[in-house]
């Protein structure tokens, strides 16, 4: 059973910087495509960013020329590199498998967006 652990959440200023990490365990996480996803209260969960096993990625219209995610297989973990970061950015952050089914839900990081 796959578990994710996401950290690097914080509270920051509007225009500052944070990275959020999550690190797999289990063997099988280098082949799927994964997302960083984010959830605000009161709304659905989204899809802000994802990577493919190469490395190809794809954002969100609302994090693109801000948000870098990658991912360094040998770690088993994703990272989301989120620069000049907005209010509308607050939210808990987690990631997942995208296209496949996903792993249980890890705990989540909050980002936290306000001067």
């Known amino acids: 059973q796959v578990q994710l652990v996401e950290s690097g959440g914080g509270l920051v200023q509007p225009g500052g910087s944070l990275r959020l990490s999550c690190a797999a365990s289990g063997s099988d996480f280098r082949i799927y495509v994964m997302g960083w996803y984010r959830q605000a209260p009161g709304k659905q969960r989204e899809l802000v960013a994802s990577v493919t096993s190469g490395s190809r990625t794809n954002y969100g219209d609302s994090v693109k020329g801000r948000f870098t995610i990658s991912r360094d297989n040998a770690k088993n973990t994703v990272y989301l590199q989120m620069n000049n970061l907005k209010p509308e950015d607050t939210a808990v952050y987690y990631c997942?498998?995208?296209?496949?089914?996903?792993?249980?839900w890890g705990q989540g990081t909050q980002v936290t967006v306000s001067s």
């Open positions: 997942n498998r995208v296209y496949a089914s996903p792993y249980a």
